[in-house]
């Protein structure tokens, strides 16, 4: 055998063994062939059995060579199951396994196509993974555009058991079948995907061409695979879960992270002797230091603030109860105010383990507290609200100087009684305080009998401060007649208004008890140079506010002064003379608009 062996290329084992000693068999029966024909011309009669006897063993090794053929099919389709039963289990991702898996159902059945279809939450089955068929065939619905008996693949859903025909056309129980009809089927296989008896997927492979490609053999060898490849789809989609899983759970986390860090109030957890566990950035950022593994209280120099923190400690490790406190601690960049919040810490157990701290630096929120207070001498209560995120900070800003005056105050003056005189003058100037609020001017200071306004600072930014000014001083010359019909006659006094836009700059001025919010520049100075050419009831105008007024108030040039000063000859004058008809503001609405359409057009000088 050694020697016959050697005879027979490498590696063609049992099946190259068979096909070798057939083909000897058959040299030996071609050559007892020509032994007998050239006995027969010598006359002399061979044995015929011995040549049906090498016929006989020549269709032996013929039904051995085909069994060593199928034989040898098998042992390559299990060698290729070993070795993607190995791939499919270390594969992590189901797309990887589905691949691999429907590769060694294509290489093992040698079919033409192959599909494999898995059970939904809803237990409806879609197809996954395809192969051997055009992109297509590949679309859409895994219905119409597939070439697939769907029949065929729920029956193997539905009964758990696997289906093989050799000619599905001409098959009797599935002839029938549209799909099997109208895709002109053949050889069809098709197996389950088992996990604990629960069918969770279908295999199927089909050849629409060649009848009879799948032997029975080929089902048992597919049902084998497909309990492995079962497994390790499961395994695979229980993994993604997990990671999907993971991913949530460290997104949250990452949120969490990140909400903890972007709290601007500082968060700290400290143990019973003081030392800090964990902290946010913003507690870091208040102390200005790192906190992590030092005690607390070390880092606050401040004897006060310290003294009111150590309290503060000690009550919630005693009590075991919240407790919130202030203090002012000094830092090396100032004052700052503090509010904490303490409480214990605790966990499932309900055991306190430390002490946990809020901590809002304040000091920002009590300084424009203060400033507000300030602020509000100068802003009606309406404007206010608006002011919490102004500065009154110095700026150089483009505004317009409302100025107005009481004429004739000073020799009305002389007939009062103190009393009676400060109730008539508080009256008037009253009226013009209520004017320039009412259009959220500032009111800037009084003198004497004179009152000055101003729009478009940086604590009421107006767009249209000139048009607001102009209609404010209408408005106080309509209020001032309505002021005079309940009057006593010998009261009755009138307003002379002068208004000014340019640039000027605004902030607070003066010393440490006592302060003013104002503006420095000639803009202040130049209305009350108009205010001086208005008669009694007259509005004056420069032409620097004329420019953005007119094309909703009507005006006229004044040409002959009649109080010029030196010094002032380059300002042009206008009288105002009433609002125009239908003229649109941005700051008033329809209803009021009719009625201002009704204000004076007269003037009285």
């Known amino acids: ?58 269709a032996q090794f013929d039904q051995l060579e085909s069994a060593a053929s199928n034989a040898q099919a098998d042992l390559n389709a299990l060698r290729a199951l070993a070795k993607t039963a190995a791939l499919i289990n270390s594969s992590l991702r189901t797309d990887d396994v589905l691949n691999q898996v429907i590769d060694t159902v294509l290489h093992i059945t040698r079919a033409e196509r192959g599909y494999i279809m898995l059970r939904e939450d809803d237990g409806t089955l879609t197809f996954r993974v395809a192969r051997g068929i055009d992109l297509e065939e590949v679309r859409g619905d895994g219905s119409s555009g597939r070439v697939v008996s769907l029949s065929i693949v729920r029956q193997v859903a539905e009964t758990g058991k696997p289906v093989l025909t050799d000619n599905a056309s001409a098959d009797a129980n599935y002839s029938g079948y549209l799909s099997v009809a109208g895709f002109q089927l053949r050889s069809i296989l098709a197996v389950p995907l088992l996990l604990h008896d629960a069918v969770i997927g279908v295999v199927y492979a089909d050849n629409r061409v060649i009848s009879g490609l799948f032997r029975p053999s080929d089902v048992e060898l597919l049902m084998a695979f497909a309990g492995q490849a079962a497994v390790a789809i499961e395994n695979a989609r229980l993994i993604e879960a997990a990671q999907q899983r993971l991913a949530e759970a460290t997104a949250i986390r990452d949120r969490m992270d990140n909400l903890f860090t972007s709290i601007a109030s500082g968060i700290i957890t400290l143990n019973f002797d003081g030392q800090v566990t964990v902290c946010n950035a913003g507690a870091e950022r208040i102390l200005g230091c790192e906190l992590i593994g030092r005690t607390l209280l070390d880092l606050i120099s401040d004897q006060g ?280 503001s941005s700051f008033i609405d329809d209803e009021l608009r009719a009625l201002l359409d009704d204000s004076p057009t007269d003037s009285k000088r």
């Open 305 to 584: 603030a310290q003294t009111v923190l150590a309290a503060a400690l000690a009550s919630v490790q005693q009590t075991m109860q919240p407790i919130s406190v202030e203090c002012r601690p000094r830092l090396p960049d100032g004052e700052r105010f503090w509010r904490v919040n303490a409480a214990p810490l605790r966990f499932e157990s309900d055991q306190a383990l430390g002490i946990a701290l809020v901590l809002d630096d304040l000091t920002e929120k009590v300084q424009r507290e203060s400033q507000l207070k300030e602020v509000q001498r100068y802003l009606p209560t309406g404007l206010l609200k608006k002011a919490r995120d102004l500065d009154t900070g110095a700026q150089e800003r483009l505004i317009t100087v409302i100025f107005c005056d009481v004429r004739g105050f000073t020799t009305f003056s002389e007939r009062l009684q103190p009393q009676a005189l400060m109730t008539v003058i508080n009256r008037y100037l009253g009226l013009a305080s209520d004017a320039i609020n009412f259009l959220e001017g500032v009111v800037d200071k009084y003198m004497g009998d004179a009152v000055m306004g101003m729009f478009n600072t940086q604590l009421n930014p107006q767009e249209d401060h000139a048009q607001r000014a102009v209609q404010a001083a209408l408005q106080l010359i309509s209020d001032l007649r309505a002021q005079h019909e309940v009057m006593p006659e010998d009261q009755r006094l009138f307003y002379g208004i002068g208004i000014h836009t340019g640039p000027a700059v605004l902030g607070v001025v003066g010393g440490r008890t006592r302060k003013e919010f104002t503006a420095i520049g000639e803009a202040s100075d130049i209305a009350k140079y108009l205010q001086e050419q208005a008669g009694k009831g007259e509005i004056v105008i420069s032409g620097a506010t004329y420019e953005l007024v007119q094309s909703v108030y009507e005006c006229e040039p004044m040409i002959d002064l009649p109080r010029p000063k030196p010094g002032y000859e380059h300002i042009t004058c206008y009288r105002v003379l009433r609002r125009r008809k239908g003229a649109i």
């Open 1 to 58: 055998m050694t020697d016959l062996q050697t005879q027979i290329l490498p590696g063609a084992g049992a099946a190259g063994l068979v096909r070798h000693m057939r083909q000897r068999v058959l040299d030996a029966a071609q050559a007892l062939r020509s032994q007998a024909e050239m006995l027969q011309q010598r006359r002399v009669t061979l044995n015929p059995e011995s040549l049906e006897a090498l016929l006989t063993l020549k």
